[in-house]
């Protein structure tokens, strides 16, 4: 099993739509949890990052992280083209040398149709 | 202010040979990651360097190397290169925390 799971898609969405994405992990010492977005043939892009359960929100798009069931999720409102891209959700652990380990989800592949 | 740079940004090898990867981080950051991503395995930890020092290693057997430099600029090596190895291979930087990673571009390489 993964530590990290998360479905690859595609998922296809007309523009306007609320999207979800989700991810689920196996360890629980996990103690940030990010999202990144990947346009085609560029580098990952931070969107967001928390490390507590609950909600946080910047403009259209909202993580939210629920510990007790291992679940994260990023929900993006008002959907555009432009969402279009690869998400990939992270989580990192603090490890005993001083750095992180960190973990990325497979991706999901979102379309947005104008 | 600039951002990671990676070069080159595309890359033909033969098997068997090396090859040397370069990534220069945002001025000021001080840890450099690698990642190697492929459609199969996604995105997968390589090595992570904090001034100068090799802080953490992730599962990639010992044809894969790396260093830093004083100036925060890294480099990694991947001698022996198998047809396996083709990937999108990604450098990340920040000050220190994780949360703060930005990435560059990427190297694409491809073992004929």
């Known amino acids: 099993q993964k530590e990290v799971e998360q479905d690859p898609g595609p998922l296809s969405v007309p523009e306007g739509a609320i999207v979800s994405l989700n991810c689920t992990y196996s360890?629980?010492?996990?103690?940030?949890f990010m999202w990144y977005r990947q346009y085609s043939r560029k580098g990952p892009e931070l969107l967001m990052y928390?490390?507590?359960?609950g909600n946080k929100e910047d403009g259209r798009f909202t993580a939210q992280v629920d510990k007790s069931s291992k679940y994260i999720s990023l929900f993006i409102r008002d959907s555009q083209p432009s969402d279009s891209a690869t998400y990939l959700c992270?989580?990192?652990?603090?490890?005993?040398?001083?750095?992180?380990?960190?973990?990325f989800g497979a991706g999901t592949r979102l379309f947005v149709k104008a | 202010k600039a951002g990671v740079t990676q070069t080159p940004r595309y890359l033909i090898k033969t098997r068997g040979q090396q090859v040397t990867l370069s990534c220069s981080p945002i001025?000021?950051?001080?840890?450099v990651s690698w990642y190697q991503q492929t459609p199969g395995q996604g995105l997968q930890f390589l090595f992570e360097?904090?001034?100068?020092?090799?802080?953490n290693k992730g599962n990639f057997p010992g044809r894969f190397s790396g260093r830093q430099f004083s100036n925060s600029r890294s480099e990694m090596n991947v001698s022996t290169l198998e047809l396996g190895d083709s990937a999108l291979y990604l450098c990340?930087?920040?000050?220190?925390?994780?949360?703060?990673?930005?990435f560059g571009q990427g190297t694409r390489l491809t073992v004929v």
């Open positions: 990340a930087s920040s000050l220190a925390a994780v949360t703060e990673a930005f």
């Open positions: 992270a989580m990192s652990v603090l490890v005993d040398t001083g750095g992180f380990k960190t973990i």
């Open positions: 001025s000021g950051h001080r840890s």
């Open positions: 360890n629980s010492a996990f103690q940030y």
């Open positions: 360097y904090f001034s100068e020092t090799q802080r």
């Open positions: 928390t490390y507590s359960s």
